[in-house]
């Protein structure tokens, strides 16, 4: 059982809609971070919430950190094709030294 | 700026072979990391160094060891590879765990 549970693990949708990937954890995390990922390159950070019930835009993208500080929703609005790509989330629990990432989301926007 | 090199990009090993895959940084970072990812998958954490002198195992240690050499070499041993062992590695650091990590252009292994 991974620490951070990602889900949908694919979501296929079309130019112009909205989506939402979920990241869910049983543990507390003092932080948690987004990246997102093309093929052959490494991930690429998006955005880190730190606060409890803090939310987050960068663009069309919205994310969200839960009250508890458990888990995090990246929303994507109109989405695009170059939206399409591997979403990740990632963070450390307050009482460790590591940085564990999710399962991952793979997102593929059709024109 | 040079931020997180891995090398070598490409290796194929056969059964049984070791090797060590090398990692450096230029931005000064206290933590580094070792991943692997599987086809399709998200990242695996194998071992971590949250500073220099440290090292500690992470979600799936097995058939690896690891060096923090110094502050900016942080190198990844395979002493007997395996076919389980295929895989995408990718090395990172970060200054915190909670700031954000910089990613070398991954090891694409392969073990026959």
């Known amino acids: 059982t991974q620490l951070l549970e990602q889900s949908p693990q694919f979501l296929s949708i079309q130019e112009g809609e909205n989506l939402t990937v979920y990241c869910n954890s049983s543990?507390?995390?003092?932080?948690l971070q987004w990246y997102r990922q093309e093929p052959g390159e490494g991930p690429v950070l998006l955005v880190t919430?730190?606060?409890?019930?803090e939310v987050k835009k960068l663009k069309r993208l919205t994310f969200q950190f839960g009250d508890a500080r458990k888990d995090s929703s990246l929303h994507i609005t109109a989405a695009q094709p170059g939206d399409t790509g591997l979403y990740l989330c990632?963070?450390?629990?307050?009482?460790?030294?590591?940085?564990?990432f999710g399962g991952g989301t793979r997102v593929l926007v059709k024109p | 700026n040079a931020g997180v090199t891995q090398t070598p990009k490409f290796q194929v090993l056969k059964t049984g072979q070791s090797m060590t895959l090398q990692c450096a940084q230029d931005?000064?970072?206290?933590?580094m990391y070792w991943y692997r990812q599987d086809p399709g998958m998200g990242l695996r954490l194998i071992y971590y160094?949250?500073?220099?002198?440290?090292?500690d195992k992470g979600e799936v240690p097995n058939g690896y060891n690891v060096s923090r050499l110094n502050k900016r070499e942080f190198s990844l041993r395979l002493e007997s590879a395996a076919p389980s062992q295929t895989s995408v590695y990718f090395c990172?650091?970060?200054?915190?765990?909670?700031?954000?990590?910089?990613f070398g252009q991954g090891t694409r292994l392969t073990v026959v």
């Open positions: 543990s507390v995390f003092s932080s």
């Open positions: 990172a650091s970060s200054q915190t765990k909670n700031t954000e990590a910089f």
């Open positions: 919430v730190v606060t409890g019930g």
């Open positions: 931005m000064n970072h206290n933590s």
């Open positions: 160094s949250a500073s220099e002198g440290t090292t």
């Open positions: 990632a963070g450390a629990v307050a009482a460790g030294n590591k940085l564990t």
